[in-house]
């Protein structure tokens, strides 16, 4: 046993360490300050091993910059959650079950997730054209953490996303391509488009995004001209929207404004969301509304104005570009 030699060395491992996290805190630290707390817990971390280790390892993490602020379903791994598809690749047509499973940091499938819009996942997938769209939600098997699903998918590259909370964790959107075999008509590049017609059903979408700028969207339903004033409750709320951007299919994050029972929102005609769009550009809309208990999808078109810059970190937006594929 030679415990003061032991300790002696690490207290050196430690000090070089702190040595190596003081120039960086220089380099990059934004105030002075940053550099004093890794300085007491340094210091005092010669009195203990355990708790030594642990802030000498933390120090540099600490200087990672976050990525909170790139948009959701660009990555598949994020926050240590990886997206896994059983398959790479999917036949055409109805009833194709997709199976696959959400990593967690220690590698293993996750089995706990908790319920947000009334599921515990949400999967959509959408033609990387635009010309198709799924909302649908798995099945989670708790003993293996693999989830399962029946699609139908018109041939063409999909985007498969999976919104969810992993229990403890933050809610995630993690997204993934998958090869849908069979004849490929690309669809031609459409323009703006603010009615949809679905199964006899017109909706029309009123509001403008902005690059920045919060924006609230009202989508009035309606049929042969009535409207339609008594939509039912989908995913906790009388309509779910689901907004993309065209180009890399960034997934947006889109909130209904009240909810079914609360004394003031009403069934229709009009269903009110608030998002706010981090750039320029085209985007693609998507609403699903029940009625007459059939839930139906109404797709739009949408420009947004505003400089075709990122709204705010357009440095490390480049930066992080690189590690997230
Ligand atoms: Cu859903």
């Known amino acids: 046993m030679n415990t003061p030699a032991k300790l002696t060395g690490f207290v050196a491992a430690v000090a070089a360490v702190f040595g190596i996290a003081l120039l960086v805190g220089a380099t990059v630290g934004p105030v002075e300050e940053q550099t004093e707390d890794p300085a007491v817990s340094a210091h005092d971390a010669g009195h203990g091993e355990d708790t030594a280790t642990g802030s000498a390892a933390e120090t540099p993490a600490a200087e990672t910059p976050a990525v909170e602020d790139?948009?959701?379903?660009?990555?598949?791994?994020?926050?240590?959650?990886t997206l896994a598809l059983?398959?790479?690749?999917?036949?055409?047509?109805?009833?194709?079950n997709l199976t696959f499973a959400i990593h967690g940091p220690d590698g293993a499938p996750v089995t706990d997730f908790d319920v947000t819009h009334d599921k515990e996942l949400h999967l959509i997938a959408v033609r990387r054209d635009?010309?198709?769209?799924?909302?649908?939600?798995?099945?989670?098997?708790?003993?293996t953490g693999i989830w399962s699903v029946d699609v139908d998918l018109t041939p063409g590259t999909w985007r498969v996303f999976t919104d969810f909370t992993p229990t403890g964790g933050e809610a995630l959107t993690l997204g993934t391509d998958l090869a849908v075999a069979g004849e490929f008509v690309p669809a031609p590049t459409e323009a703006d488009n603010r009615t949809a017609t679905v199964d006899g059903y017109e909706v029309t979408l009123d509001g403008d995004l902005s690059s920045g700028g919060d924006a609230m969207l009202t989508l009035t339903v309606s049929k042969d001209g009535q409207p339609i004033t008594d939509l039912q409750p989908y995913l906790g709320a009388y309509g779910h929207l689901v907004a993309l951007r065209g180009g890399d299919l960034a997934y947006l994050h889109v909130h209904p404004d009240?909810?079914?029972?609360?004394?003031?929102?009403?069934?229709?005609?009009?269903?009110?969301?608030h998002t706010s769009v981090p750039s320029a550009g085209t985007y693609h809309l998507y609403l699903d509304?029940?009625?007459?208990?059939?839930?139906?999808?109404?797709?739009f078109t949408l420009t947004a104005g505003g400089t075709g810059e990122v709204q705010s970190g357009s440095g490390a937006h480049g930066d992080h570009s690189h590690s997230g594929r």
Request: charged share 20%; aromatic share 10%.
């Open 86 to 96: 059983a398959e790479k690749n999917l036949e055409s047509g109805e009833d194709r």
């Open 258 to 273: 009240g909810t079914p029972g609360d004394g003031t929102t009403r069934p229709g005609p009009e269903v009110v969301f």
């Open 70 to 81: 790139i948009p959701g379903g660009l990555m598949t791994y994020r926050n240590g959650y």
């Open 289 to 299: 509304f029940q009625h007459d208990g059939v839930v139906r999808t109404a797709a």
């Open 130 to 143: 635009f010309t198709g769209f799924q909302h649908v939600h798995p099945v989670l098997d708790e003993n």
